[in-house]
C-alpha cells in the first residue's frame, strides 16, 4: 500500500459510511461552488467546473444538488466565501503529509488540522516545508476495458500526456499540471468519461512503514479526513503488503 489513494480504499472499509458520504458530498459542494465562482458557472467553459460536477457524478451526487450548488455559487454575494489553503507537515515516523482544504475560516482550520498532527504525534510546519517531497501532477484513470494499452499509450501521447501506465487493474494516464485539462478533455472525447481525473501531490520518494508506524499514520489521515473543510491529503508512505494484512486481520 503506497499514498493516499489506497489509504481512501481502506477506509471505505471500515464502516460508518453514511458520515463519510455527508462529507464527501459536502466537499464537493465546496469545490463546485468555488470552481463556478473563479470562472463562468457553465460547465461546458469551465474546466475546474466540469472535474467538479464529473467528481460529484462519480460519488453518486444527485443532480439536483449539483445544480443547486452551481445556482447558489452563480447568485451575487451567496453563500460562504471559501479560501483555497494548503497546509504541510510531518507525521509519525518522518512521513512527509499535504493537506488541501476549502475554508471560510482559516483559523479554525488550521487548529483543527493542528491539533490532528498533534494527537498523533506529528507537526504542522511551514508552508512549502515538505512540497519538496512531492511532485504536482494530472492524473486520469480510465478502466482497462476501454481500449488496450497501446491504444491508450497513443491516444494519451497524441493528448500531451507525459506517461502511461497500463494494468489488468486499469489504465492511469499522467500529465503535466497546465495540460492536465486539455488531455483530460482529448481522452474523454475519445473514451468517454474517466473513472477519475484530478491534480496530486505524488511523492518522489516513500517512507516504509512497520505495523506499529502504519497504525500510527493511519490513525493520522483518519483524523484528517474527519475535518469538514478538508479536500485532499497526500502522504508519502508505503505499507508493505504483509504489514497491511497483519493491520487489516
Known amino acids: 500500500m503506497a499514498g493516499h489513494s489506497q489509504f481512501k480504499n481502506i ?3 471500515k464502516g460508518a459510511q453514511d458520515a463519510r458520504r455527508a462529507r464527501q458530498f459536502g466537499r464537493l459542494i465546496r469545490e463546485i461552488t468555488v470552481a463556478a465562482r473563479q470562472g463562468l458557472p457553465e460547465v461546458g467553459s469551465n474546466p475546474r467546473l466540469r472535474a467538479a460536477v464529473a467528481a460529484a457524478r462519480e460519488a453518486n451526487m444527485p443532480k439536483d444538488t449539483v445544480e443547486r450548488a452551481i445556482r447558489k455559487a452563480a447568485g451575487a454575494g451567496a453563500g460562504d466565501d471559501f479560501a483555497e489553503v494548503r497546509y504541510e ?25 493542528r491539533a490532528a498532527f498533534a494527537r498523533q504525534g506529528g507537526a504542522l510546519g511551514e508552508t512549502n516545508s515538505v512540497a519538496f517531497l512531492f511532485q504536482r501532477q494530472g492524473v486520469v484513470r480510465y478502466p482497462s476495458g476501454v481500449a488496450d494499452a497501446d491504444t491508450m499509450l497513443e491516444a494519451a501521447v497524441e493528448a500531451g500526456a507525459e506517461n502511461v ?18 488531455v483530460r478533455d482529448a481522452l474523454e472525447a475519445r473514451f468517454g468519461p474517466p473513472e477519475r481525473a ?6 518522489s520518494t516513500t517512507v516504509v512503514l512497520d505495523a506499529e508506524q502504519a497504525v500510527s ?12 473543510e478538508v479536500q485532499n491529503v497526500s502522504a508519502n508512505f508505503d505499507i508493505p503488503e504483509s504489514v497491511m494484512q497483519r493491520i487489516e486481520a
Do not use: C, Q
Open 11 to 13: 477506509m471505505h472499509r
Open 89 to 113: 507537515g510531518y507525521g509519525p515516523a518522518g512521513v512527509a503529509v499535504i493537506v488541501e482544504a476549502l475554508t471560510d475560516n482559516r483559523n479554525r482550520t488550521a487548529s483543527d488540522v
Open 198 to 203: 484530478e491534480l496530486e501531490w505524488r511523492p
Open 165 to 182: 501506465e497500463s494494468a489488468d487493474s486499469g489504465h492511469e494516464v499522467t500529465t503535466a499540471v497546465e495540460d492536465f485539462f486539455a
Open 217 to 228: 499514520v493511519l490513525k493520522l489521515l483518519d483524523a484528517l479526513e474527519e475535518i469538514d
